[in-house]
């Protein structure tokens, strides 16, 4: 006969393992995301690094313009194609995933072939300079917005692995893509090689899924998930936005070399980033099965998440300040310099981002779209005041510190309205329960 004390014991113990499980579940796909952005930021600090010493500043500024440019139309993609395709298809049965990727992916590519079409038409115009760049980068986004559709879907699955492998074989095909762009020692060259290796990983991802983009169910994909895409679509091109007017703004102001600055000390943060990406890919997915699962822990996940991303951050910082100047030379070479003075007000930014992050990833796993477009569209309007004011005031190192402020202003406002969403949360169940 069974006592009590131990029916309770026998319930407690699958009750813990099952704890453990989930635990060691959650830790594995966050592990991947760390794995995988290690990998993608390895191969884009590796390119950074190695067009700033073959280029130079002026050059290597032009080249970190068509960079920019191309984060804002990530954000496009990611807004209308991947980011609901996180939200409403993680965890969910392999035939609903795959349907759901078909159209998705299939949005990603349509959304790179209607923008680089406008960026062949836009290079003749912005003249000899930093025409030809944009020409080279209309002509690779569709097999760079590709590559990155399949990470978002593989982690949507939970098959991190899957967006590693993929993103070694970008970098692989790196490799040669490089040295030959060295050769011929021109942006639009580097450019080529970039979004060509990209196009080769992309072309991989339909193997590894065995699924093909379906352009004809971008329209579909769209419509039926507006209700997300479109908010996300403003609040990722604000991000991304705010980022490009600010580098627009300092090289009008003081000039392009001092958007490769800044490009330069954003690589000497480059590891750091690497962790603050990869927590970004698979965290929206994560807090959202825990929102399924356990939703009363939802609030203490994101504050972890923030928190320990801002504590690596300045761990990260304080290291690159006891740099020698000679191991930064070797890095950046005549970039160092510049980007040396901006490593203190860069850190305190990407602390503040990592901070709000955690709350971001929580507003997004509740579907709470209206109010995370409130936070990203008042951070951005901070980041690109504070980029472009401080550089009128103060030159590059003031825009730096205008961020660092926008940083923190932003941050506390995420955590304002995720703390708003969860007791609104709360509340909700208890009407429902009042409701005959």
């Avoid at 393992?17 to 579940?25: E, I, N």
């Avoid at 080249?63 to 939200?87: C, E, H, I, K, N």
């Avoid at 997915?285 to 929102?291: C, D, F, I, K, T």
């Avoid at 825009?399 to 202003?409: D, I, L, N, Y």
Wanted: net charge positive; charged share 15%; with cysteine.
């Amino acid at each position: 006969m069974t006592t009590e004390g131990e029916k309770t014991t026998a319930t407690a113990a699958p009750a813990g393992s099952a704890r453990r499980t989930v635990t060691r579940a959650v830790v594995g796909r966050l592990s991947w995301g760390l794995a995988d952005q290690a990998a993608s930021s390895l191969s884009n600090f590796a390119v950074g690094v190695y067009v700033a010493r073959s280029l130079g500043l002026t050059a290597f500024g032009v080249f970190s313009l068509a960079w920019v440019t191309y984060g804002v139309v990530l954000s496009v993609s990611r807004g209308l194609a991947t980011d609901p395709l996180v939200v409403r298809f993680s965890g969910v049965p392999d035939a609903s995933w795959r349907g759901a990727v078909a159209r998705s992916s299939g949005t990603a590519l349509g959304v790179g072939a209607v923008i680089g079409a406008g960026c062949l038409a836009a290079g003749p115009v912005l003249g000899s300079s930093v025409g030809p760049a944009f020409v080279c980068l209309g002509v690779m986004l569709p097999g760079l917005l590709l590559q990155d559709a399949w990470r978002y879907s593989f982690f949507a699955a939970g098959a991190g692995r899957k967006a590693f492998v993929n993103d070694v074989v970008w970098g692989v095909a790196l490799v040669p893509a490089m040295v030959v762009a060295a050769r011929v020692g021109s942006v639009a060259a580097f450019v080529l090689a970039w979004g060509g290796s990209a196009a080769v990983a992309a072309l991989y991802g339909c193997f590894q899924s065995g699924i093909r983009p379906r352009l004809t169910g971008a329209r579909e994909w769209v419509r039926d998930h507006r209700d997300l895409g479109y908010r996300y679509l403003v609040e990722n091109t604000s991000v991304s936005g705010a980022s490009q007017l600010r580098a627009y703004g300092l090289g009008a102001i003081v000039g392009v070399g001092a958007v490769g600055v800044i490009r330069g000390s954003e690589l000497l943060l480059g590891p750091f980033l690497a962790v603050l990406m990869g927590l970004t890919l698979v965290t929206v997915a994560e807090a959202a099965r825990m929102l399924r699962q356990a939703p009363h822990r939802l609030g203490r996940f994101c504050l972890l998440l923030g928190g320990g991303q801002a504590v690596a951050a300045l761990l990260w910082g304080a290291v690159l300040l006891l740099m020698p100047d000679r191991a930064g030379e070797l890095v950046l070479g005549d970039v160092w310099p510049g980007a040396s003075e901006l490593i203190v007000p860069a850190t305190l930014s990407v602390a503040g981002a990592g901070l709000g992050s955690g709350a971001a990833a929580g507003l997004r796993a509740l579907g709470a779209a209206r109010l995370s477009l409130r936070c990203q569209l008042f951070a951005s309007a901070c980041y690109a005041g504070g980029g472009i004011g401080g550089a009128a005031v103060g030159g590059t190192i003031g825009s730096a510190w205008g961020v660092a402020t926008a940083s923190a202003c932003g941050s506390a406002v995420w955590w304002l309205q995720l703390r708003s969403a969860l007791r609104e949360r709360h509340r909700t169940p208890l009407r429902e329960e009042r409701t005959p």
